[in-house]
């Protein structure tokens, strides 16, 4: 008997699909926006984001691992709450930034830990302590933040040589350490409250890549 069933995500609920659909649809706007009075930082933002916010879609379809419709909120959320900023929020609002870095940061630590988790529960054999859990998720999301940061100022660097806008930039030294702060708080979060949530996404995504487990007597 497998565990197949068990392990499906519940489906969307109105207000989840309807969420989602608001957010993709001001995405649309934005790109649309860009498009008409010459923005191209709006466009790539849009772009981008628009196309991630149909990553659990397409994982769904292509990999046969159903997520859990909040966790498509979730992701649709970090982008759209991102691309807003670049096209208007980081530079009026200023508490709008640190908003987005732990929201991105949320999501690249519930990545991390579905990816441990996976690797967890795929083999006996390995045994990852909660604890050691804990630290993972927090050291990947700092590693991430001081990556991002470095990818920012070479953006800068780019946009100082050439003239042309980039979609991302560093707002000085301060700014800096204030997103790492911000990205520690996400992964702090995550780390002592979303592995109980997180499991059932590991266990869906580990059978979707290596196939149903036999339920243990």
């Given amino acids: 008997m497998t565990v197949r069933g068990a392990l499906r995500a519940r489906p969307p609920t109105r207000t989840q699909n309807r969420l989602t659909r608001v957010m993709q649809v001001l995405l649309v706007a934005i790109v649309a926006y860009g498009v008409a009075f010459g923005h191209p930082k709006a466009i790539t933002n849009g772009g981008l984001g628009l196309f991630v916010t149909f990553v659990p879609a397409l994982v769904e379809r292509n990999y ?3 997520l859990d419709p909040w966790l498509g909120v979730w992701i ?3 982008v759209f709450f991102h691309t807003l900023g670049s096209a208007w929020f980081y530079a009026q609002i200023g508490w709008w930034d640190h908003v987005t870095h732990a929201l991105s940061a949320s999501l690249v630590a519930g990545a991390g ?5 996976a690797i967890d529960i795929h083999s006996d054999r390995i045994q990852i302590p909660s604890r050691f859990a804990f630290v993972f998720i927090f050291v990947v999301v700092l590693a991430f933040g001081v990556v991002w940061e470095l990818f920012e100022f ?4 780019v946009a100082d040589e050439t003239g042309i806008s980039m979609p991302l930039a560093q707002f000085g030294l301060d700014d800096t350490v204030l997103d790492l702060m911000y990205n520690s708080a996400g992964a702090l979060i995550v780390a002592t409250f979303g592995q109980a949530y997180l499991s059932g996404v590991a266990a869906r995504v580990r059978e979707g890549l290596f196939g149903p487990s036999e339920e243990r007597p």
């Fill in 64 to 66: 046969d691992i159903p």
């Fill in 76 to 78: 649709t959320a970090a």
């Fill in 113 to 117: 830990y579905t990816t441990l988790r």
């Fill in 154 to 157: 070479t953006l800068d660097i």
